[in-house]
């Protein structure tokens, strides 16, 4: 093979093998093994949080099994706050993040939080309630009306969250840092959802695109895009609780888990400067080949 030749091919893998996409990936359909994950469950002596049943795997969803995040069949002193957190070993800049899931409420239950950890803050795995702060998922509507930008008093550190209510009234937020990014009211139904969220983190700003469709009739909750300033990019982990307090009582259930981040594509600048170098490069070689 020729040099010019080489170098060329060099150049065309370098440019066209930047587009690929490197992904980690985090899956569970609770059908097969998947992603591992741990169970976390609060024990709040104050609430009595911890007496009713954990996370556990169920049959019968709407693809086979599901787990049975928190339940609680009917009004006592006794809350249930459950959540599962997965690990993700994969670390390197991001310029999108997708999270889908497909979710199940019934009843008058306060909540879901699916939560996008950090793992510069909160570490590629394991965790313990108290480390990933599980009563600080704010499903409750504390929040309800604080205005666009405002800031939680407790909330999860360089990470999204996104809380999803039906106490009072139906509703999904979106959090970054704890501050609000996104409150729209919804009209949940009593059955599964399936839900996806993604974020592409751009030089000047981040997209985000979220939407949540009702599987019984097939129709869309809700459907939006929209952007904000820049938001560092970062690896995550998904994080998914769910608490039925006060006087709530029902189901919140998970399904097709799936969780991935896309590896970042380097700036034009830096490609052009590769493809110089791999010019100059091949010119020299052949400048010494010539005076041989």
Do not use: C
């Not at 097939?218 to 820049?230: C, P, R, V, Y």
């Not at 896309?262 to 070689?285: L, Q, R, Y």
């Amino acid at each position: 093979m020729r040099l010019p030749n080489l170098y060329a091919q060099l150049l065309l893998l370098f440019l066209f093998g930047a587009n690929s996409t490197h992904a980690g990936f985090v899956t569970q359909n609770f059908d097969s093994p998947g992603s591992a994950y741990s169970t976390l469950q609060s024990n709040d002596p104050h609430a009595g949080i911890g007496f009713l049943p954990p996370p556990q795997v169920l049959s019968g969803g709407p693809s086979g099994n599901y787990l049975q995040l928190a339940v609680r069949a009917n009004v006592t002193f006794v809350d249930a706050q459950n959540a599962i957190v997965f690990n993700n070993y994969e670390q390197f800049a991001t310029s999108r993040i997708q999270f889908d899931v497909r979710y199940h409420m019934t009843g008058s239950a306060n909540g879901f939080g699916f939560v996008l950890l950090n793992t510069s803050d909160f570490g590629t795995s394991g965790g313990t309630v108290s480390s990933l702060k599980l009563d600080q998922i704010q499903v409750e509507q504390a929040h309800n009306h604080d205005p666009i930008g405002s800031r939680q008093a407790e909330f999860f550190q360089h990470s999204f969250q996104l809380s999803l209510n039906t106490f009072q009234s139906d509703r999904i937020q979106l959090f970054y840092d704890g501050y609000k990014l996104l409150d729209q009211n919804v009209a949940f139904g009593d059955g599964w959802h399936d839900l996806s969220f993604q974020a592409d983190f751009l030089p000047t700003t981040t997209l985000f695109k979220l939407n949540s469709t009702y599987l019984t009739s097939n129709s869309s909750i809700l459907d939006t895009q929209f952007q904000t300033g820049q938001i560092d990019s970062f690896s995550a982990r998904p994080m998914i609780a769910a608490r039925i307090g006060g006087a709530g009582f029902g189901n919140f259930s998970v399904d097709n888990i799936s969780y991935s981040q896309i590896a970042a594509v380097p700036e034009p600048t830096t490609m052009v400067s590769m493809a110089f170098g791999f010019f100059a490069v091949g010119a020299t070689v052949r400048r010494m080949r010539k005076r041989r």
